[in-house]
């Protein structure tokens, strides 16, 4: 086996604790489906036919390997360190998403269940979901907040289109925490047929490290690719940084290679001094236990879960996968963040200069890359994790920058 | 049959949550559940939802629910317990969080998302113990044997069992099922029934009496605070709703 056998000394203990973070604080109602989901995970490890035939759809499906890209141009601008693009928004559905969406479709058989839940920011962990759905024939049903539906409106087309029933969200901040709110719910109502499709590295053991261990390919394919290609390993590795599943899936696979930097980029808002107005949780948050997990959260002091802000759905999310909470305690992963201006300025720079439309999110990583890059000598290596394509992002980035002809287009287009 | 009944501290206000559980108990309520407000109530359906939601925009805190708690408690005689989520007790500090609730007269806590397996890395049980308060253990239809075995060996009081697969206020037919339910819970626990989620009318009353021994009534006495907003008429229909069930 290649990638499911594999191990770090930052794994979690056997009940999911990662350090004093993690572990399973979920209701009565959830823990025999959690302990179900456990076995089932750990039989997977073991099972070489499982792992085959991961594969076998990420080659054919999902379009693995995805491109490990030089980004010469922009190397060339920054003057610094190498920069490779590892673009998993050409997988097919756009994001890094369908790698743990395709794993829990193929666990979900495994477990007869019927039907998949899933919550979703940005969209690309429903279109995912419903894309799975449809390709093994469950049914699906995707919540999403009412105000991540307002920004990401193409995606909730595609999830319809691809069967999905998508409920909106009406309560809280109405955006990716409250979304994991009513998915958890449904899976309390109907959890004997449906299998809770969770979509990051966070939440009750075993889902961190489940999607964790999905998105390691993301690694393995980079560690390979830049041994062809270079023949050493990276300096450093940056990634956005929501509930960490693209991040530890370009990470984890390096933990353990002591020379290798990986930098977690946060969503800075319009500035992590803004009180409510960012997703960083390095900035502010305090340890705390909700949606099952223990982790950092952005909360009040009473344990209230506080009101977050990005120009990005997908990073918009008070609480951090509690495996990334421990790699920052131990010193093996640094944090930084970008605000949504810098994020804006490194899309555009990365679309002007090597033709590539980077998600929002993956924006913020690239932000970090534009800070590092030119402190760094010319033979260093950087590879940061474009986890996702802009196409979602289309009204967004209009309206970021102000584009008359887009916004006349709407306008005659909705008469 | 006995009966517990349900308030959000702080929902519409202060003053009436005092109002209504002395209402309560003189309707003959026999414990009342004072819920702390909080964010993300994961347990929780629409109605409780939302009564946090507007108890946490007036801005009620936890030490605004211990001083309700502290009120009441000199006010009425029978037992009150805080329900509340982890975060809330973690937050406070659990031990801090357990010493003030028993000084404030709590009988016990029912605390949904911290299960026993936890409690090497919590020590919320220990606290309970520390500082006597029931600790009351929530069980499901979905609880395996061996979680039923695990919570039984910490519970006290009574224990609560989940009526259905859902969320609180959740629609409950009380059928078949619910009788090998409870059998199988009674096996493993060797205290008083408790049961909830659902139970709004006296039909359900009826249907449970002979298989439980205290019924929890929540989400639809909320319906009634949502439904009447005069003072005096919404305690008078909140007597006569429970005096109803009683019957
Ligand atoms: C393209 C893209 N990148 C990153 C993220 C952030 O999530 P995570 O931290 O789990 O990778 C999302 C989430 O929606 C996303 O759609």
């Not at chain 2, 009620?60 to 009425?76: A, E, F, H, P, Q």
């Amino acid at each position: 086996m290649k990638l499911f056998n594999f191990k770090t000394k930052y794994d979690a203990d056997n009940s999911g604790h990662f350090g004093i973070y993690g572990g399973r604080y979920a209701p009565e109602m959830l823990i025999p489906a959690l302990e179900q989901l456990e076995r089932e995970y750990v039989a997977i490890k073991k099972d070489p036919a499982f792992e085959k035939e991961f594969f076998y759809y990420l080659k054919t499906y999902v379009g693995r390997p995805s491109p490990l890209y030089f980004a010469q141009n922009l190397t060339k601008k920054l003057g610094g360190a190498k920069i490779y693009m590892k673009n998993e928004g050409l997988n097919h559905t756009g994001a890094h998403k369908i790698n743990h969406c395709l794993g829990q479709a193929l666990l979900a058989k495994r477990m007869k269940k019927k039907r998949l839940i899933a919550e979703t920011g940005a969209g690309q962990h429903g279109v995912a979901a419903a894309t799975v759905a449809a390709r093994f024939g469950f049914d699906c049903t995707v919540y999403m907040g009412e105000e991540d539906i307002k920004r990401q409106r193409p995606n909730v087309f595609w999830m319809q289109r691809l069967g999905a029933k998508v409920i909106p969200v009406m309560e809280g901040s109405r955006t990716l925490k409250d979304a994991v709110n009513a998915a958890l719910k449904d899976w309390i109502t109907n959890v004997k047929d449906s299998h809770y499709l969770l979509g990051s590295t966070l939440g009750p053991h075993p889902f961190p490290s489940l999607n964790r261990d999905f998105q390691q390919i993301v690694g393995y394919e980079v560690r390979n690719q830049l041994q062809e290609l270079e023949g050493k390993l990276p300096d450093m590795l940056i990634a956005c940084v929501s509930g960490g599943s693209n991040a530890l899936g370009l990470f984890y696979r390096f933990l353990e290679d002591e020379s290798v930097r990986m930098i977690g980029v946060e969503a800075g808002g319009e500035g992590v001094s803004k009180k409510g107005r960012h997703a960083s949780r390095f900035a502010g948050g305090t340890l705390g236990v909700v949606q099952g997990y223990k982790t950092i959260f952005l909360q009040d002091k009473e344990g209230n879960i506080a009101q977050t802000h990005s120009i990005s759905a997908g990073l918009d999310y008070p609480g951090i996968g509690p495996q990334f909470a421990y790699l920052k305690d131990v010193g093996r992963v640094e944090f930084s963040s970008a605000t949504d201006k810098e994020a804006l300025r490194a899309f555009n720079l990365t679309v002007k200069c090597e033709g590539i439309l980077p998600a929002l999110e993956s924006s913020h990583a690239i932000a970090e890359v534009i800070k590092q890059a030119p402190k760094l000598s010319k033979d260093t290596i950087i590879v940061v994790n474009i986890s996702g394509r802009a196409d979602k992002d289309i009204f967004i980035v209009a309206e970021a920058l102000g584009d008359k002809e887009w916004d006349k287009f709407i306008k005659e287009k909705s008469k | 049959m006995k009966l517990m009944t349900h308030v959000v501290v702080g929902y519409p206000t202060i003053a009436s949550t005092i109002q209504i559980v002395k209402a309560m108990e003189q309707a003959g309520a026999d414990y009342v559940e004072l819920q702390i407000p909080f964010s993300d109530p994961i347990a929780d359906g629409p109605t409780i939802m939302k009564a946090c939601d507007i108890a946490l925009k007036n801005g009620i805190t936890v030490r605004d629910c211990l001083k309700v708690m502290k009120t009441l408690s000199n006010k009425v005689s029978i037992p009150l317990f805080f329900m509340g989520y982890y975060n809330t007790v973690f937050h406070f500090g659990v031990d801090a969080f357990c010493k003030q609730a028993k000084a404030a007269g709590a009988y016990g806590l029912i605390i949904p998302d911290m299960p026993p397996d936890e409690e090497e890395h919590e020590h919320f049980i220990k606290a309970c113990r520390t500082h006597h308060l029931a600790q009351i253990r929530v069980i499901t239809p979905a609880s395996s044997n061996e979680r039923m075995k695990l919570n039984a060996q910490v519970a006290d009081e009574f224990v609560y069992c989940v009526s259905h697969y859902g969320v609180t206020g959740s629609n409950a037919d009380f059928k078949k099922s619910l009788k090998p339910y409870i059998a199988r819970v009674k096996k493993y626990f060797n205290l008083p029934i408790a049961l909830g989620f659902g139970i709004s009318k006296p039909s359900h009353i009826r249907a449970i009496k002979d298989i439980v021994d205290i019924a929890i009534v929540g989400s639809a006495i909320i319906k009634i605070i949502d439904k009447y907003k005069n003072p005096k008429t919404r305690i008078r229909e909140i007597k006569k709703f429970i005096q109803d069930i009683l019957i």
